[in-house]
C-alpha cells in the first residue's frame, strides 16, 4: 500500500517541522476521510432576542410560547435579554441571570436540555442552551463585551457570543457561530440615529466579525484562513510544492454570524398607525431607519434579515396596544450572514406581554457535520502510528558518550568532552538544563556552549565536574530542543574517592598498596630536593599540575613507578619524580585524621619514620616538618631510636 499524501509530505519535512507540524498534518489525513468520521444533520436553532423592561417574572407558558418550533423543539436555543435589570443598575446580577436560565430549562422537556454558556453586561443577559443529545458537539463558548451607553457606561451595550459546532480541531473547525446581542441608544430624534451607526461602529472595531460581514462600515475583505503560518526551510519548500503546504494548513471552517437585539431603529412614517392597521409592511419599512442606513451601506454590510410579516415591537402596553404617544418601530430585529448551509425558516414576533418591547425570533435550519468520536479516534490511531514510526526513525541528534562514567577525586576538578553531532540539515537551537541549585554550586558545570548545533555538524561540549566529598552523583542532564517536542539525554555517573582526610583503614587496597611503594619508591632513590617545597603543601592548591596528577593515579589506579623513574634522571628538575610524590605523600600525612593501632597504621608509621630518617633529620628537624603527627619532640626521639 502505498504512503498517503501526508506522509510523503511528513517524511520531506525537516526534523523540527515533522514534530511541530504533526497534529496538522494528521488533521489533514483526517479531512480527506471526513464523510467517515461525520455524518450530516439539519440542526434547527432558535434565536430568540426579547427586551423585557425590567420584569420581575414571565408566565412559564408565555416562555414555552417563545421556545415552541413549528416541529417541536430546536437543536439550539440563542437568548438574548435586554433590561433584566434596571438601566440604572452599576452591575450585571448573577442572581437574575440563574433565575431567567433557569425559566427557560423549566418550559423545555425535562432532562433534554443543558444551558451551557450565559453570560451577563449590566441589564443585557446572553443564554445558549442545547439539546442533550449534541452537547459534546457544541464546543468553544466564549463571551466579549463593550459598554455602549453615555460616557461607555455599560447600561447600553453589547455580549458578544461565539461557540463551535461538529469542531474536530483547529484545522476541522467545523461550524463557528458568532452571536451579537445589542442594546443601542434610544431616541427618536433625528439625531439618534448616527449616534446608533455609531454605536455598531465601536462594536465592529472593538470586537469585529468572524466572517466577511460588517456591523458598521464596508464589509472588509476576508482571506484564506490558515491554521498557522508555516515557517519552512528553503530546503522543504523546495521539495513539496506551495498548494499542498496551502492545503494542508488551510482552516476548514464555515461562519455563522447573528446580530440581534433591541437596535432601537423607528419608523419615521406618519401614517404607520394606518399601515399597521392594513398590514402593509412594506409601507411601514419604507421609513424603517435600519432599511435606509442598510441600503446607504452605513450599517449591517454583508447581512441579511428574514422578511418581516409582523407588526413592530415597540412601544406595547399591557394590553399589547400600542401607547398613543409614541411612533410604533421595529426596534428589536435578528440579521445573519453565513456561508452556505443556512436557511431561515421563520422570523415573528411573539404576542406575549409583560414588558414594552414584543419578544422577536426567528427559526434556522443549520447544515451541519456531527462527530463520530469513535470513527474519528481509529482514524486519528492510524495515521498516527504511521507518523510515529517516522518519528522513532528519525536520526536526528547523536550524543557520545550519552553515559559518561567517570571516577573524579573530591576536591580536584575534572574536564571532560562530550561530542553532540546534529544529523539533520537544518540548524538545531537547544537548552541544557544542568539543574542549578541555589546556595549550592554544580557538581556538573557546562563550560562552552552557545545553544546552537550548525546543520550535519558536531561540537564538542566541555563538562567540569567537581565535588567536595566523597559520594556517588547520578545525574541525566536534558538536552530540549527549540521550536519542537524533542529531548535528548547525557547521563552521567560520578564516583568521587580521595586519599585524603580519610583513616588509613577506610583506604582502598590499591590505595593503600600507592602509598606504601610511594614511601618504598622515596626510599629507594637520592634525596635531592625532595624537603625544597615540602613544607609549603598545605592544601590541593598548594600542588602543581604534575602533582595533581600523581594525587589522581594514587587515588583512582595504580602508580606508573617506572614513568616517575626516568622523570627523576630527564626532568627539569631534579630528582623531580620522587620529589613530586614527597609533596603528594606529605598533603597526604597532613590530611590523616590520625594513626590509629591497626595493622595498616602501623606500617605507615614505620615508613614515616624510615623517611625522616633517610632524610637526615635529627629531632629538632625531624618535628619541624613531621611534628604534626607526634605530641613532642621527645615522642618523635623515642620513635626514632626504636
Request: charged share 25%; proline share 3%; net charge negative.
Amino acid at each position: 500500500m502505498s504512503d498517503s499524501s501526508q506522509v510523503q509530505v511528513f517524511k520531506l519535512l525537516n526534523p523540527s517541522s515533522k514534530l511541530k507540524y504533526q497534529s496538522i498534518i494528521q488533521s489533514a489525513y483526517v479531512a480527506e476521510r471526513l464523510d467517515m468520521v461525520t455524518r450530516w444533520r439539519k440542526l434547527r436553532m432558535k434565536l430568540i432576542t426579547w427586551n423585557l423592561g425590567r420584569m420581575d417574572d414571565c408566565p412559564l407558558d408565555h416562555i414555552r410560547q417563545l421556545l415552541s418550533c413549528n416541529q417541536g423543539y430546536a437543536d439550539i436555543y440563542v437568548v438574548g435579554f435586554q433590561e433584566t435589570i434596571p438601566l440604572t443598575s452599576f452591575s450585571a446580577s448573577a442572581k437574575i441571570i440563574d433565575q431567567w436560565c433557569d425559566r427557560l430549562l423549566a418550559a423545555l422537556p425535562p432532562s433534554q436540555f443543558q444551558a451551557v454558556h450565559r453570560y451577563g453586561l449590566l441589564g443585557l443577559t446572553s443564554v445558549l442552551i442545547v439539546k442533550s443529545e449534541i452537547e459534546s458537539q457544541v464546543s468553544g463558548y466564549s463571551s466579549r463585551t463593550v459598554g455602549l451607553g453615555y460616557l461607555n457606561w455599560y447600561n447600553k451595550g453589547c455580549i458578544e457570543t461565539q461557540f463551535s459546532i461538529g469542531r474536530i480541531d483547529q484545522k476541522l473547525a467545523g461550524v463557528r457561530v458568532q452571536v451579537f446581542n445589542m442594546h443601542l441608544t434610544h431616541g427618536e430624534e433625528e439625531l439618534a440615529v448616527e449616534m446608533r451607526n455609531q454605536c455598531l461602529k465601536k462594536v465592529q472595531d472593538s470586537l469585529g466579525t468572524i466572517r466577511n460581514a460588517s456591523l458598521a462600515g464596508p464589509v472588509p475583505s476576508v482571506e484564506d484562513e490558515s491554521v498557522c503560518e508555516p515557517q519552512l526551510s528553503q530546503v522543504e519548500l523546495e521539495r513539496i510544492d506551495s498548494e499542498t503546504v496551502h492545503q494542508m494548513f488551510r482552516r476548514e471552517c464555515r461562519k455563522v454570524v447573528f446580530a440581534s437585539g433591541d437596535l432601537n431603529y423607528r419608523l419615521e412614517s406618519t401614517n404607520v398607525n394606518d399601515y399597521i392597521y392594513k398590514g402593509d409592511y412594506e409601507k411601514l419599512l419604507e421609513s424603517d431607519q435600519l432599511r435606509v442606513q442598510k441600503k446607504r451601506g452605513s450599517i449591517f454590510s454583508g447581512f441579511s434579515e428574514g422578511e418581516i410579516r409582523f407588526r413592530p415591537t415597540f412601544k406595547v402596553t399591557e394590553t399589547l396596544e400600542y401607547e398613543d404617544t409614541r411612533v410604533p418601530s421595529y426596534t428589536d430585529r435578528i440579521l445573519y450572514s453565513a456561508d452556505d448551509g443556512l436557511e431561515q425558516l421563520t422570523y415573528d414576533v411573539c404576542e406575549v406581554n409583560g414588558s414594552d418591547h414584543l419578544p422577536v425570533v426567528a427559526e434556522f435550519v443549520l447544515d451541519a457535520r456531527m462527530v463520530d468520536f469513535g470513527a474519528l479516534k481509529a482514524v486519528r490511531s492510524e495515521i498516527g502510528a504511521q507518523l510515529d514510526r517516522i518519528l522513532n526513525q528519525m536520526e536526528i541528534v547523536d550524543i557520545s558518550p550519552s553515559l559518561i562514567e567517570v571516577d573524579v577525586v573530591a576536591g580536584i576538578r575534572e574536564v571532560l568532552e562530550v561530542t553532540v553531532s546534529n544529523l539533520t540539515d537544518e540548524p538545531l537551537r537547544y537548552n541544557l538544563d544542568i539543574g542549578k541549585r541555589f546556595f549550592r554550586k554544580p557538581v556538573i558545570e557546562l563550560l562552552n556552549d552557545d545553544g546552537v548545533l550548525p546543520a550535519k555538524k558536531a561540537k564538542q561540549l566541555k563538562f567540569q565536574i567537581s565535588t567536595s566529598k566523597i559520594e556517588e552523583i547520578d545525574k541525566t542532564l536534558t538536552m530540549k530542543f527549540a521550536n519542537f517536542e524533542f529531548v535528548k539525554f547525557l547521563a552521567f555517573s560520578v564516583s568521587s574517592k580521595s586519599l585524603l582526610f580519610q583513616p588509613v583503614d577506610n583506604l582502598e587496597e590499591m590505595q593503600y598498596q600507592n602509598i606504601v611503594q610511594s614511601f618504598d619508591f622515596i626510599l629507594k632513590g637520592a634525596t635531592d630536593n625532595l624537603l625544597t617545597k615540602m613544607q609549603s603543601v598545605v592544601d590541593l592548591s598548594s600542588l602543581n599540575e604534575f602533582e595533581v596528577s600523581l594525587l589522581k593515579d594514587m587515588t583512582l589506579r595504580e602508580i606508573n613507578f617506572d614513568l616517575l623513574a626516568k622523570l627523576n634522571s630527564i626532568g627539569m628538575v631534579q630528582n623531580e619524580g620522587s620529589c613530586g610524590l614527597m609533596n603528594v605523600l606529605y598533603l597526604w600525612l597532613r590530611s590523616l585524621p590520625e594513626l590509629g593501632g591497626d595493622k595498616r597504621s602501623g606500617a605507615v608509621l614505620r615508613k614515616i619514620i624510615a623517611l625522616i630518617k633517610f632524610l637526615h633529620l635529627d629531632r629538632e628537624a625531624g618535628f619541624k616538618y613531621f611534628g604534626f603527627l607526634f605530641q613532642d619532640e621527645y615522642e618523635l626521639e623515642r620513635a626514632l631510636e626504636s
